[in-house]
């Protein structure tokens, strides 16, 4: 015989299973998820996406650490090794940082807040204005320091192999060289607000201009232009150029041809090559299939550029300026860089941070 006060008991219990069941329902198997869209870090959103992975986009600083601990001051170039690790142009800084693959920074060349030009290991080394940042078949980082182009093998020693006359850029800081990529025959491409180079590594008196003319220069721009150039398996050269194209040149070619976008054209618009635009092409990658992955700031957005030069957006919000994590399209702090894994995982420094990006 059932007793008058068992009765509620029961119906308590009936009432909190249908309850769970139907939060099930609604969220999926596991539950609720919290979805992180501040880039301040911690959850690190779906396994497709954009996740925090080291300093804050809205906060600068100079300070070791793990993950959102630690702090990145203008963090521009961005190269990563055979074993994962990434490698920051932390420009304000004046220092090359190093992140592990477990998201923990430490300084590899240069003495974070002194700034100058001096040869030595680690942090005897000192940079006036870390830019963009290589890293050759043999992983040595090669990274555009004003007019110097420096050197810093994988045990942290620097040097200066390479300095250009500043007199080619009038004694426009802002026209010094801003890009850079490393090919498989001992050739820089160097991209400057007045030219693109290609110069021997061994001798840098042996180069070749691959273009030239004048770069727009955006209001308020104090740091040097920069236009992205990446080099691809068979050493073909793909360049933002002056033109606001993706232009490129075989590793045998004596200038550029274009490839992707209108010329003179600054937009957003996605399609083919003769339909896309873009606004200021800042860093640029290469996958191991031969597509491109574009850092087109201003627009704030990463931009794939497939092998038959079809244009697409892979990530970000047009106009946009605020870190969203999550799933994508998401946004971004202003860019300034971008690398990729073998595995096609992105990297890019947006704001004062290091965040990854994994596409579908």
């Known amino acids: ?37 501040d880039g301040k870090g911690g959850d690190s959103g779906p396994s497709t996406g954009i996740s925090l992975l080291a300093g804050d986009a809205t906060t600068g600083g100079s300070v070791e650490g793990k993950g959102a601990a630690a702090r990145f001051n203008t963090p521009r170039g961005i190269a990563i090794d055979t074993n ?38 680690g942090s005897n080394a000192l940079f006036s204005q870390p830019t963009a940042i290589t890293i050759d078949g043999s992983g040595n980082l090669f990274v555009t320091d004003g007019v110097a182009i420096r050197k810093i093998t994988p045990d942290g020693d620097v040097s200066t192999p390479i300095t250009l006359p500043a007199g080619d850029f009038g004694g426009d800081n ?30 840098p008196r042996n180069w070749t201009r691959l273009e030239s003319g004048t770069a727009e220069i955006l209001p308020g721009v104090t740091a040097p232009v920069t236009r ?17 194209r993706i232009g490129r040149a075989t590793s045998s070619a004596s200038s550029l041809t274009p490839f992707a976008a209108t010329s003179g054209q600054a937009g957003k618009a996605d399609g083919n090559a003769s339909q896309a635009t873009f606004q200021q092409v800042v860093g640029l990658c290469v996958d191991k299939n031969g597509n ?69």
Request: hydrophobic share 40%; charged share 20%; glycine share 12%.
């Open 174 to 203: 802002r026209r010094f060289p801003g890009g850079i990529a490393a090919d498989g025959n001992g050739h820089l491409i160097v991209t400057t607000g007045n030219d693109t180079r290609r110069i021997e590594i061994a001798n």
């Open 1 to 37: 015989m059932t007793t008058e006060s068992a009765v509620p008991a029961r119906l308590r219990v009936r009432l909190l299973c249908a309850g769970i069941a139907a939060l099930l329902c609604a969220c999926g198997p596991g539950g609720p998820k919290r979805e992180t869209d």
């Open 292 to 360: 491109l992955y574009a850092a087109d700031a201003v627009n704030n957005t990463i931009r794939k550029i497939t092998t038959d030069a079809v244009v697409s957006t892979a990530a970000g919000t047009a106009g946009a300026t605020t870190l969203k994590t999550g799933k994508l399209l998401g946004s971004f702090a202003t860019l300034r860089g971008i690398a990729i894994a073998p595995d096609g995982t992105l990297y890019a420094t947006s704001g004062n941070a290091v965040v990854k990006i994994v596409l579908p």
């Open 84 to 121: 994962g690790n990434l490698y920051v142009a932390d420009q304000l800084n004046y220092a090359i940082r190093k992140i592990a693959p477990d998201g923990t920074v430490s300084t590899f060349a240069g003495k974070r807040g002194a700034s100058g030009t001096k040869d030595g290991k």
């Open 228 to 244: 992205g150039v990446a080099v691809n398996a068979d050493d073909t050269a793909y360049v933002a150029d002056l033109q606001r």
